[in-house]
């Protein structure tokens, strides 16, 4: 192969990349759009009563792009749920790094240093953990819920709270606590009130750990 054709070759390969990057920047710009304008419709007027067009109308992205980069109004909202929980488990593990960094070996408090942090993010994400916890998402998001249900039920592993009839009882009792706390936090606005209502969980579980 000659140079000029190595020279062409190299610089058709450049392009080639150039275009790809482009394309990947303007999707990642496209779907960014999207989940904003979602995020904020469904907050302020519900999952139900926001509709595809209104979601077009907002984001300036056309209904085809919407349906190619996720499918419908019901993936959009899926990939903003998914997002909020990947954020709850980030800075859950985080805080109970740091609790276990700091000394602590009582595994319910590293748990309950991981719960609060996850309670407060919920408050944090409430525009859209409100349309979720409070049952307003799409009907068909079962499996979304059993995954959610089940994230809380890993980090509960390994703890026992008085003598449990089964294996799981433990943990649905917790899951069942930090699901009552983040529905009443995902309608507060006042941090004080939610700073109390964190703490008041969180003793309710320790408490129910010392009744042993």
Known sequence: MSPASTSRTSGELADRNGERKGEWRRSAGTKKAVLDAARQLFNEKGYDDTNINDIVRE????????YHQFGGKKEVFRALAESSLDRHRQVSERATKKAIAAGETDPLRIYV????AFLLDTWKQRDIDRVGILLEGPAPEAAHAREHRARFLRGSL???????PLPEATGYALYGLLYGAATQLVNIEDRRTVNAVIEYFAELILKMGSAE
Do not use: F, L
């Open 59 to 66: 984001s300036g992205v056309s209904v085809g792009s919407i």
């Open 113 to 116: 240093a991981g719960a609060k």
């Open 158 to 164: 390994g703890i026992t709270i008085g003598e449990p």
